[in-house]
């Protein structure tokens, strides 16, 4: 049994596609930006104990793996739950279309 797609459902599975590892990618950066400001913070520590540079450090470190424990989390629900939304809504928009139409037609 072969499934036939129309020019629109192939569009909408390359979309996905796309949608799949670009929302991805833009997922793990905004999980990784969690961890933004531990910057600050190991600045912070710089300035206030300048001798213990290491102790800082640890404590960033420490503090930034803390912060962005959830990157790929944000990863996977930025990559896959626009999906099905998108395909929702494109099923409705083409299902009220042919409700108006059918209304014009009789």
């Not at 569009?11 to 997922?27: D, E, H, Q, R, Y």
């Not at 626009?82 to 014009?104: C, E, M, Q, Y």
Request: with cysteine.
């Amino acid at each position: 049994m072969r499934i036939r797609l129309n020019g629109w459902q192939r569009i909408g599975i390359v979309i996905s596609v796309l949608w799949f590892i670009g929302g991805g990618i833009w997922g793990n950066d905004r999980g990784l930006h969690e961890g933004d400001w531990t910057v600050s913070d190991y600045k912070n520590c710089l300035d206030t104990h300048p001798n213990d540079w290491p102790g800082c450090q640890q404590k960033s470190e420490k503090n930034y793996i803390w912060a962005t424990r959830n990157h790929w989390y944000s990863a996977a629900i930025f990559a896959v739950v626009p999906i099905p939304i998108g395909w929702l809504l494109a099923w409705g928009l083409v299902s009220l279309t042919r409700w108006v139409r059918r209304g014009f037609n009789t």
